[in-house]
């Protein structure tokens, strides 16, 4: 998947003679004339598609998804105009609002303006840095419990999908730390019911043309499946209201307004909260276990570092500040592939964007994976390297270039509780067991919804020393 940035192509793309700039659409692939791109997404998939597109017609590429025109935007600059100094001009648009009456309802995830800001008000204080520290013990419980069950399997050089393992350990995760309740035996039913979900509302937002909700397709009906299951179980949790979290949220009130929410809403948030909470978590430390897998060099370096500060025991929070592998790889696995690694906006209004004319209604899609590879900020882009994470060269990186949980004020609410969790699960794992890929596997990544292994990720348990 090797990307090559040719800036005297994509210039002569922005150039084209006998044009006015201000009066062209961006560049883009070979379009049909009803389907637009819609052969070329089904002949090589939706990322294949988007790197074709970058790699041929520039840092801002326009696609046709059938009679919707979408623009695809990479560049630091042009993200910060999207999300951040003119974001009162890209609203989440149509898409969400398909994910917000179909599935999710209004809550943090698919809301603007007044309401969304209301929302982040009385939820942000309960996902500081410094709040989340008070889940670590749990973090690290569930886990050590995940290596018990692990021991069998290793025993007997079983394979596990370390895919499947990681949906497991961040579901049990973020049950116990936001509800007080592990869902034991249902873990894997709401895993796939979760799945379902994520991908149905990246589906309804991509863009891509979609059947109405209540057409009885195949993927509407798992749809409608899933949001039964998940329903089942959160409305469960509201009525016997497990002292944590939901509590919280159950007593929060609006400093300004002195509101509270409503057990919709909270219905809403707790999904919400549980979609985002594992799935992004979970896919990035699948990508984890394989980068280590193939560079063995990093993962040693990765183990020396864990037996001089722990020694072999279970990690801290306080630990963190002397351990800088952990984070660095996790950060680095989020650049190479972001969980969510398209977000989208709508054009609320006619607009501008390097000279080429944004239309209004025009679907807008950062695309991190793309901006995550652009040459000019990422020397050898494909290759994993941990140390550009170091604190130094982390400061030293220019605003925009970087934003795996997204940019601006929209910024995920959970990335500490995220990057809290990846560090300490990888650094338990990690002084137990090497994971190897089972021999003559092949990873292909899979594009919808999250970038996840198309196939899964077996992996052997090769057993490690206590500290060594």
Known sequence: MALQADESGRNQARQTPGSTRLARLAPGPKETFLLGNLPALVRKGLLRLFEDAWRESGDLFSLKMGPKRQYVITRPDHVKHLLATEKQKYPKGSGYKIVRESMIGIGLL???GAFWQRQRRLMQPLFTARAVTQFAGQMTDRTEEMLARWKPHAA????LDLSVEMMRLALSIIGTT????????ETLELGRAFRTMMESMAHLSSGLPVMPQWVPTPRNRRAHAAARVLDTYIYRLIQERPPDLLTKLLE???EETGEGMTDE???NEVLTIFLAGHDTTAAVLTWVWYLLATHPAIESNLHEELAAVLGGRTPTSDDLARLTYPRMIFEEALRLYPPGWIFPRE??????IDGYRVPAGTLMLACPYLTHRQ???????????PERFTAERSAQRPPYTYYPFGAGPHTCLGIHYALLEGQLILATVAQRYRLRLVPGFSVEVRSMGMLRPRHGLPMLLQAREAGG
């Open 110 to 112: 698919t809301s603007d």
């Open 156 to 159: 007997r050089g079983e394979p």
């Open 178 to 185: 936001m509800v007080s309740l592990d869902a034991g035996d």
């Open 252 to 254: 929060a009130r609006d």
């Open 265 to 267: 809403q909270i219905r």
């Open 347 to 352: 054009a609320a209004e006619e607009d501008e």
């Open 375 to 385: 040459p000019a900020f990422w020397e050898h882009p494909e290759q994993f390297e």
